[in-house]
């Protein structure tokens, strides 16, 4: 395909569509800069890991820290991050502190990402 291909060679303004997705775009500006700021969060490589590893079990500090090969302060760092962006969740259970991911809908967010990114090479 030749790069001209991709480029749009008319002046034709479709109307109707401009203006249905101009009306459903205009009461949705916070939902934009959320949604943005829930993919920067996400475009760390560190905390993709810890995503992976929590969602396929409930894990500790600790049990993420070992398995990344990093320091539970460093870890303890990045849950907090997730854990204040909604992303991730934790439960106390005696001494220890349990992380998971927040709901079914980050669950999803997720996997669907990787699987994208792995059918992709």
Do not use: P, W
Not at 34 to 49: H, M, S
Not at 56 to 82: F, P, R, W, Y
């Amino acid at each position: 395909m030749s790069k001209n291909e991709f480029i749009c060679d008319c002046n034709i303004i479709h109307g109707e569509v401009v203006s249905k997705v101009s009306k459903l775009m205009t009461k949705k500006e916070d939902s934009f800069n959320r949604l943005a700021e829930f993919f920067k969060i996400l475009g760390d490589t560190t905390r993709v890991k810890i995503l992976y590893a929590i969602d396929k079990n409930e894990m500790c500090v600790c049990d993420i820290a070992n398995v990344l090969n990093m320091s539970k302060s460093s870890i303890s760092h990045q849950l907090g991050t997730l854990r204040r962006s909604g992303i991730v969740k934790c439960k106390r259970v005696g001494k220890e502190v349990f992380y998971m991911l927040d709901d079914n809908h980050v669950k999803e967010v997720f996997e669907v990402g990787f699987e994208h990114i792995e059918h992709r090479k």
